[in-house]
């Protein structure tokens, strides 16, 4: 079942989005981990890796392009629900960075299920 679940593009999307934008933060917040810490690696690193294959994930599986703004809307919600509000621009930054990644990788031709 597993299996199934992860080669399916849009769930395992739809997943490491809310893992990202909810679970990791609420994670770091309760661990005790700093402010400073929390931005340095989970949004700017973790999280631009997480746009980075999200682009790559709608490039290759050609699924829709609104795919790329999925992600910086949930974060955009999460950071208005809970951390401070500086934090938006980072959801520009991640929309910038999924958009130059989805220029950048060259398109595929559609994968066959079996």
Known sequence: MTKKFFSKPVLLTILMVLVAS????LLSNFIGISKVHRII???LLVNSLLSISISWLVRRFNLNILWL???????AISIWWRF???NYWLAGIYLILSLIVYLL???????QED
């Open 22 to 25: 909810f679970g990791l933060p």
């Open 41 to 43: 690696y989970l949004f």
């Open 69 to 75: 703004f999925f992600f910086p809307i949930v974060f």
């Open 84 to 86: 401070a509000k500086y």
């Open 105 to 111: 990788v060259p398109a595929t031709k559609p994968i």
